[in-house]
């Protein structure tokens, strides 16, 4: 059985369906904001809890196609944040086409970079063209300190982060209003992230003092039991701990904030999912589950496809791509 099915079927934990209260919330709201689009799986790093088992050797990468009929939808249901993730979405060559197009709509864009790619020769260029493009930089930044990051990113991964985000304050990114820096905290195992709040804190107070670095916020972001983090719960015999401990802290609260409620997913093949993590998964959406399909309509809200894995987006504070959710 594969992770991911084995998370979906568990007899010691409640389904999480049932465990949803109001059924209206596990529907989208009547209009939503934000298109998300995953431009390819290839990426220059192999962190041990990428949910999308993202590396070097993946193909799958967005074509402009595909990305022409995103933009199409993006404009014609009038979305006011693009969001574009991967991989390393610095690595498609057509990177720039979406950030252009959306420009032109005059609409906020975010990309999700794990820094190190920016210290490439091959792809150092963006940081200015990101400046000059009012691109709010989302960047992983594990922990802190070396050793906890590069146990979970890789040899090195932590010393060429710390001089990207050098790089970037000296560009304006996280002192300029219109130069967004956020960091992202992924816990490095089988336990919740802390309070977001504190742990933002720690981050400016260690960052700044050690390093002289300045950004904007910080997105505690809980890891999902699938992909290559679910592999290794299962490898070390936590999976089973894990997925209790995200039933035992479902805090209902955080059901009416779930990203998937005000957003859609775009795969790098044009597959339609309500989240990143669905996608992981192959949950596509009901009804419609192709971009090509949907240009010249309206989206309207939607059931969304749900399963246990939701529980670590609704566990304590809650969890999303823009960190805690209450």
Sequence with gaps: MSINNFVE??????????RVEDKELLYTKESISTMQINVGK???????????????????????DTMKDCMEVFRDNNFSV??????????????????????????????????????DPNYSDLMNYFADNNVEIVCSLPYYTKNDTNRQRGEGV?????DVLKKLNVLGYGIKDNLSLNLVYNPGGAFLPPAQEAIEREYKIKLERDWGIKFNNLFSITNNPIGRFGMFLKRTNNIQGYMQRLSDSFNPGTVESMMCRDQISI?????????DF?????????????????????ITNRKICVGNHCYACTAGSGS?????TA
Excluded at 43 to 62: D, F, Q, S, W, Y
Excluded at 267 to 275: E, F, L, P, R
Excluded at 320 to 324: E, L, P, Q, T, V
């Design 9 to 18: 079927n568990l007899d010691y934990i409640q389904n999480f369906y049932d």
């Design 158 to 162: 932590y010393e060429e982060s710390i």
């Design 82 to 119: 693009l969001d574009i993730t991967g991989g390393a979405p610095e690595m498609n060559p057509n990177l720039k086409y979406l950030i252009e197009t959306a420009n032109e709509l005059d609409k906020k864009i975010m990309i999700r970079s794990n820094l190190v790619i920016l210290n």
């Design 267 to 275: 795969a790098y093949d044009g597959k339609i999912y309500d989240c």
């Design 42 to 64: 290839l990426c220059n790093l192999a962190c041990k809890h990428c949910h999308v088992e993202a590396g070097p050797n993946r193909t799958e990468i967005m074509t402009l």
């Design 278 to 298: 669905n996608q992981t998964l192959g949950l596509t959406t009901e009804g419609i589950n192709h971009i090509s399909n949907l240009k010249g309509k309206k």
């Design 320 to 324: 999303s791509c823009g960190g805690a």
